[in-house]
């Protein structure tokens, strides 16, 4: 069974840091570009960071550039996203993703995790 499960987030404060976790399993996740996404109470779900398959090429939103980084270990088939400086607008479920197309392609996201709570109080 295909998973992507995600874990590592909760209640901190502004100025905070928190790093998020997205384990894979029934697939081979070096396979995949993995990204990872969040959706605020009575928004749209917005991209946040994604991260190549091999790891070596990133991207971020501009609201994030600078605070969050995204990372992966391929031998672990496991995604992270670091988050520092958290900030109150932060706050939303993060979902993690991921898609077999080539990086720099647009499209949809095939696999997505459950989503995992994060927020941040002023």
């Known amino acids: 069974q295909v998973r992507l499960v995600e874990s590592g987030g909760g209640l901190v404060q502004a100025g905070a840091s928190l790093r998020l976790s997205c384990a894979a399993s029934?697939?081979?996740?070096?396979?995949?570009?993995m990204a990872w996404f969040r959706q605020a109470p009575g928004e749209e779900r917005e991209f946040v960071a994604a991260?190549?398959?091999?790891?070596?090429?990133?991207s971020y939103a501009d609201s994030v550039k600078g605070r969050f980084t995204i990372a992966r270990d391929n031998a672990k088939n496991t995604a992270y996203l670091q988050m520092n400086s958290l900030k109150p607008e932060d706050t939303a479920v993060y979902y993690c993703?991921?898609?077999?197309?080539?990086?720099?392609?647009?499209?949809?996201?095939?696999?997505w995790g459950q989503g995992t709570q994060v927020t941040v109080s002023s």
């Open positions: 029934g697939v081979t996740s070096s396979s995949y570009t």
């Open positions: 993703a991921a898609t077999t197309r080539p990086w720099g392609t647009s499209g949809k996201y095939e696999l």
């Open positions: 991260v190549s398959r091999s790891g070596t090429r990133t």
